[in-house]
Nanobody
């Protein structure tokens, strides 16, 4: 079983920055696509960014130019650097990794990001 643990969330003022981290056990990030999602109150979970096993990155339009996804295969961790945060970025952020047959692993607890203005 894959276990995912997110960290690094917190309260930040608009325009500030945060860096989220994700650690996995039970499966290596190496050779697999990984992604960050977020879920705001009353809304569906949405894809924020993902990176392929070949290190190709993709971002939601709402975060392009502000967020950067990265992966450290040696440490089996992944990160989401978030700059120029906006109140609409407020959400619980989750990481995940593709497993067999192109399915995501079970979701972790996520980490709360709150942006005030």
């Amino acid at each position: 079983q894959v276990q995912l643990v997110e960290s690094g969330g917190g309260l930040v003022q608009a325009g500030g920055s945060l860096k989220l981290s994700c650690a996995a056990s039970g499966m290596t990030f190496r050779g697999n696509a990984v992604a960050w999602y977020r879920q705001a109150p009353g809304k569906q979970r949405e894809l924020v960014a993902h990176i392929t096993s070949g290190d190709t990155t993709n971002y939601a339009d709402s975060v392009k130019g502000r967020f950067t996804i990265s992966r450290d295969n040696a440490r089996n961790t992944m990160s989401l650097q978030m700059n120029n945060l906006k109140p609409e970025d407020t959400a619980v952020y989750y990481c995940n990794v593709l497993v067999a047959s192109g399915r995501y692993a079970d979701w972790g607890q996520g980490t709360q990001v709150t942006v005030s203005s």
